[in-house]
């Protein structure tokens, strides 16, 4: 019996007269996205004005409310067109975005992007490499390697051959480091952390099935090397993974480096360091002094959408030799071919745990080569500086308590002489009224409200009227 037969087209694609939906790529890619461009940059503009703020009034119910009536029907029976589409729903998210560069959202380790790497990174989406297989991304190969070998050298200054793994950020990058000291350590791994590291240590140990992390206390807000020196001798028959933090979540805090290195020497210790936030230091020629000993580290994770400014996502591993990559090594017939690779494609598949993966390296060649690694150091000196100013600012205020002078661009404060629950609302109802977005660290103090200033255009005067936002909300 002849099997039933399929569905048919019509009109075959090959004899069509147009094309409704145009492609990016090709050599009339160009000429399609222009006037698309335009739609979106005056949609972002559009919302941008309407939502007049860091974030939109009303709270998650609000916000979901105007953005179904904008965007409902979601999937429409037919189309609306091309512009109408994108100038609807980039409206509706832009109006209803937090929006990083604006100098009073600063909750977060979620910097604005500079509008290079955002071009850069359109140029991506529309070329659409994929780093699995040298076919897919031959010039975006060659540019991957040329670059991350750069950076990698910045973390590791003299060693011949230091290499760099491109993320999804600092929980993919802690999780890759994690792998490596599992798949290269003969004896049982014991991760030893702070109290301080971030989250994603844990998650990565119950992913890999590796032991609960021995997670050490640290009130100070950074890993105290006396206490670190006294749990290395305890546990005989394994091989210790200490995992130190160059600029936590929290408060911004650095690990004593110099001294962590040292004991992880001593007593035969792996070394990772979470630079997520504090690793762009290394652009700075004032600053990366506060990076001493991280050169030591056999992985270092560090993240460009933090302070580096790249749209996400921008995460590093580096390592520091690149043979320390080996355990990575994966094939695939169809990818990665023995004869293809002797006879010198280059084989992808251990440059990551992922398969099909953007050339996000595109961004980030961009921008460093558009602004140097000096320009780069200024941009971090620039937020740094605008957080000892705030801290200035908090210090001398009579009706707020300063936790801390900031080591990085994280700085908390609380209005004197409030409990945590009346600080916890109070940042609520900044967002409630979309005056602020503000952060919240607890210590063994208590709540703080948390700024982590990553706008390099932010001014004396707007850490002056985010203040006033604050000391509003108090005197109600």
Same mark, same amino acid.
């Given at each position: 019996?002849?099997?039933?037969?399929?569905?048919?087209?019509?009109?075959?694609?090959?004899?069509?007269?147009?094309?409704?939906?145009?492609?990016?790529?090709?050599?009339?890619?160009?000429?399609?996205?222009?006037?698309?461009?335009?739609?979106?940059?005056?949609?972002?503009?559009?919302?941008?004005?309407?939502?007049?703020?860091?974030?939109?009034?009303?709270?998650?119910?609000?916000?979901?409310?105007?953005?179904?009536?904008?965007?409902?029907?979601?999937?429409?029976?037919?189309?609306?067109?091309?512009?109408?589409?994108?100038?609807?729903?980039?409206?509706?998210?832009?109006?209803?975005?937090?929006?990083?560069?604006?100098?009073?959202?600063?909750?977060?380790?979620?910097?604005?992007? !500079? &509008?290079?790497?955002?071009?850069?990174?359109?140029?991506?989406?529309?070329?659409?490499?994929?780093?699995?297989?040298?076919?897919?991304?031959?010039?975006?190969?060659?540019?991957?390697?040329?670059?991350?070998?750069?950076?990698?050298?910045? &973390?590791?200054?003299?060693?011949?051959?230091?290499?760099?793994?491109?993320?999804?950020?600092?929980?993919?990058?802690?999780? /890759?480091?994690? !792998?490596?000291?599992?798949?290269?350590?003969?004896?049982?791994?014991?991760?030893?952390?702070?109290?301080?590291?971030?989250?994603?240590?844990?998650?990565?140990?119950?992913?890999?099935?590796?032991?609960?992390?021995?997670?050490?206390?640290?009130?100070?807000?950074?890993?105290?090397?006396?206490?670190?020196?006294?749990?290395?001798?305890?546990?005989?028959?394994?091989?210790?993974?200490?995992?130190?933090?160059?600029?936590?979540?929290?408060?911004?805090?650095?690990?004593?480096?110099?001294?962590?290195?040292?004991?992880?020497?001593?007593?035969?210790?792996?070394?990772?360091?979470?630079?997520?936030?504090?690793?762009?230091?290394?652009?700075?020629?004032?600053?990366?002094?506060?990076?001493?000993?991280?050169?030591?580290?056999?992985?270092?994770?560090?993240?460009?959408?933090?302070?580096?400014?790249?749209?996400?996502?921008?995460?590093?591993?580096?390592?520091?030799?690149?043979?320390?990559?080996?355990?990575?090594?994966?094939?695939?017939?169809?990818?990665?071919?023995?004869?293809?690779?002797?006879?010198?494609?280059?084989?992808?598949?251990?440059?990551? =745990?992922?398969?099909?993966?953007?050339?996000?390296?595109?961004?980030?060649?961009?921008?460093?080569?558009? !602004?140097?690694?000096?320009? =780069?150091?200024?941009?971090?000196?620039?937020?740094?500086?605008?957080?000892?100013? /705030? &801290?200035?600012?908090?210090?001398?205020?009579?009706?707020?308590?300063?936790?801390?002078?900031?080591?990085?661009?994280?700085?908390?404060?609380?209005?004197?002489?409030?409990?945590?629950?009346?600080?916890?609302?109070?940042?609520?109802?900044?967002?409630?009224?979309?005056?602020?977005?503000?952060?919240?660290?607890?210590?063994?103090?208590? /709540?703080?409200?948390?700024?982590?200033?990553?706008?390099?255009?932010?001014?004396?005067?707007?850490?002056?009227? =985010?203040?006033?936002?604050?000391?509003?909300?108090?005197?109600?």
């Amino acid at each position: 019996m002849p099997a039933p037969a399929g569905p048919t087209l019509t009109t075959p694609p090959s004899t069509a007269e147009h094309h409704p939906a145009p492609l990016a790529g090709g050599t009339q890619g160009p000429h399609a996205l222009h006037p698309l461009l335009d739609t979106t940059l005056d949609a972002l503009a559009q919302g941008a004005a309407t939502r007049h703020g860091p974030i939109p009034p009303g709270g998650p119910e609000a916000v979901t409310a105007r953005l179904r009536a904008l965007a409902t029907p979601a999937l429409p029976e037919t189309g609306t067109g091309a512009h109408e589409a994108l100038h609807t729903l980039v409206t509706a998210l832009a109006e209803g975005a937090a929006d990083p560069a604006h100098p009073h959202c600063a909750a977060h380790l979620h910097c604005p992007p !500079l &509008a290079l790497a955002a071009a850069a990174d359109l140029a991506a989406a529309a070329l659409n490499p994929s780093l699995d297989s040298w076919d897919q991304a031959p010039a975006a190969t060659a540019l991957e390697t040329l670059t991350t070998r750069a950076l990698a050298a910045l &973390a590791y200054p003299g060693r011949p051959t230091p290499d760099a793994l491109v993320t999804t950020g600092g929980t993919e990058s802690n999780q /890759l480091a994690l !792998l490596l000291a599992r798949e290269t350590t003969p004896a049982p791994l014991r991760i030893i952390c702070g109290a301080n590291a971030h989250h994603s240590i844990h998650r990565a140990a119950w992913l890999l099935g590796l032991p609960t992390p021995l997670t050490l206390p640290t009130p100070t807000g950074t890993l105290d090397p006396t206490d670190l020196r006294t749990t290395l001798t305890r546990h005989p028959g394994t091989t210790p993974l200490v995992i130190a933090t160059a600029g936590t979540t929290d408060t911004g805090r650095i690990d004593p480096l110099p001294a962590i290195a040292d004991l992880c020497r001593t007593h035969g210790a792996r070394l990772h360091i979470d630079a997520s936030y504090g690793g762009p230091l290394l652009f700075s020629d004032t600053l990366r002094p506060a990076l001493n000993g991280l050169e030591h580290a056999h992985t270092i994770a560090i993240d460009l959408h933090k302070l580096g400014w790249q749209p996400v996502a921008a995460g590093l591993l580096a390592v520091p030799d690149t043979t320390a990559l080996t355990p990575l090594a994966h094939h695939a017939d169809y990818l990665n071919a023995p004869d293809d690779t002797h006879a010198g494609l280059p084989d992808l598949l251990g440059r990551s =745990l992922r398969t099909t993966r953007r050339p996000d390296i595109l961004k980030i060649a961009v921008t460093l080569r558009a !602004l140097g690694r000096q320009g =780069l150091g200024d941009l971090v000196e620039r937020v740094c500086a605008a957080a000892h100013h /705030l &801290a200035d600012l908090i210090d001398t205020h009579p009706h707020f308590d300063l936790y801390a002078r900031p080591t990085l661009s994280t700085v908390l404060f609380r209005p004197t002489h409030t409990d945590d629950t009346t600080t916890a609302t109070l940042r609520r109802t900044l967002l409630h009224h979309g005056h602020a977005v503000l952060g919240r660290t607890t210590t063994p103090e208590g /709540l703080w409200l948390k700024a982590t200033l990553l706008n390099p255009h932010t001014t004396p005067d707007d850490l002056r009227t =985010l203040l006033t936002h604050v000391e509003g909300q108090v005197r109600r």
